[in-house]
């Protein structure tokens, strides 16, 4: 839609002179299409001009699918007939990655012109040549250009997880049963893959990642999926033979924090946000990498459950629920403002204040009925 779509988008700036609807708050000193009649501030600016870009020069010639590699090696043993306990490894390893990646910087390296139909993005490989025919000169004729990964500067897309996993299992007899697991685990990487939660994008593919090298120096670390701890634990508890109560428990150490700026040694990117923040006394620069700058607070939660069912006129059988989430009514920041600073040099004052907390404690009935 965004990268192939036929988008027109134009921005333009005026001068406001205070009027506007009390209604719709638009300015109202506006012509009969909309436009405002005050002075207008510097050049239309042109997005995306709605001209459908030629499909060729908008994926590398050489692109290679996205996957990644899983091994699971785990061992079970039954003990005393109905317990089951169980160990495995897992590891997961992204072999290939997708994103656009911008190719401006090496154009101007090679002395060519600015022609790409897609503002210089290229669906590719990150850290991996692009091959796409190319306007070199502006002479509208297309010529098959390589721009050489040491040219484009880009990290390889990277992202690992390994986990420890610990489990134990009781076969419902006896009239309960119960399930619980511990797992130590780490994903780490420069990208999460399709989205992107540092900044809420879920542009599938197409990411402010790889978009300009100064985003991704420093973007190597703990990704926001990241838990290192997890204890789970599911039981059901049979009161009699219509009657079933249930619990589950969560309990999860926090995710990575970060602490993004505005600059660069190499200079400050266009858009998007670093891992360096300026100084405000000295304007020197600090590296802050990826997922360095704590975590948040663990979080728990208890759910209940109950389940009643009983035959109804000997044709059908209800079932009524009942159930109570977060019973403990735990409110743990689940994340926080990561934008240190709103300029170089100038701090963010919200820096680390929560913008998102666990859902409170709810309830919720329901019935069904099975003919």
């Known amino acids: 839609?965004?990268?192939?779509?036929?988008?027109?988008?134009?921005?333009?700036?005026?001068?406001?002179?205070?009027?506007?609807?009390?209604?719709?708050?638009?300015?109202?000193?506006?012509?009969?299409?909309?436009?405002?009649?005050?002075?207008?501030?510097?050049?239309?600016?042109?997005?995306?001009?709605?001209?459908?870009?030629?499909?060729?020069?908008?994926?590398?010639?050489?692109?290679?699918?996205?996957?990644?590699?899983?091994?699971?090696?785990?061992?079970?043993?039954?003990?005393?007939?109905?317990?089951?306990?169980?160990?495995?490894?897992i590891n997961r390893d992204l072999a290939s990655g997708i994103d656009d990646v911008l190719i401006n910087d090496a154009v101007d390296a090679l002395g060519y012109e600015h022609t790409g139909d897609a503002g210089g993005y290229v669906l590719a490989n990150p850290g991996s040549d692009i091959t796409i025919p190319y306007d070199r000169y502006g002479t509208g004729q297309l010529e098959t250009t390589t721009f050489t990964a040491d040219l484009l500067g880009y990290p390889k897309a990277e992202r690992t997880y390994q986990a420890l996993e610990f489990t134990i299992e009781k076969a419902f007899t006896d009239r309960w049963g119960l399930r619980g697991s511990y797992t130590w685990s780490k994903s780490e990487g420069n990208t999460e893959g399709y989205v992107k939660s540092d900044n809420g994008q879920d542009d599938a593919g197409i990411t402010t990642d790889f978009d300009q090298t100064q985003l991704m120096d420093g973007s190597y670390g703990l990704l926001p999926n990241n838990r290192t701890h997890q204890f789970k634990l599911f039981g059901n508890f049979e009161v009699s033979e219509r009657f079933v109560l249930g619990a589950d428990m969560l309990l999860q150490s926090g995710r990575p924090v970060n602490i993004f700026g505005t600059n660069h040694p190499d200079g400050p990117p266009s858009y998007g946000n670093t891992y360096y923040i300026t100084d405000p006394a000295t304007g020197v620069l600090r590296k802050i990498p990826r997922g360095t700058a704590g975590e948040t607070p663990w979080v728990t939660r208890l759910n209940l459950s109950a389940i009643y069912t009983f035959e109804w006129n000997n044709t059908a059988e209800v079932e009524l629920r009942a159930e109570v989430f977060n019973l403990m009514d735990a409110h743990s920041v689940l994340e926080v403002y990561e934008l240190g600073e709103v300029a170089p040099g100038s701090p963010d004052p919200q820096l680390g204040a929560p913008t998102s907390y666990q859902a409170p404690r709810t309830f919720r009935l329901g019935a069904s009925i099975r003919f």
């Open 1 to 89: 839609m965004r990268l192939s779509g036929a988008e027109d988008g134009r921005q333009r700036y005026f001068v406001f002179d205070g009027n506007f609807d009390l209604t719709s708050a638009s300015p109202t000193t506006v012509d009969a299409n909309g436009i405002p009649t005050t002075t207008e501030i510097g050049p239309e600016l042109v997005t995306a001009n709605g001209v459908t870009p030629d499909s060729a020069q908008l994926a590398d010639q050489n692109i290679e699918p996205m996957f990644q590699d899983e091994f699971i090696l785990g061992y079970e043993k039954t003990i005393a007939d109905d317990w089951l306990l169980g160990v495995r490894y």
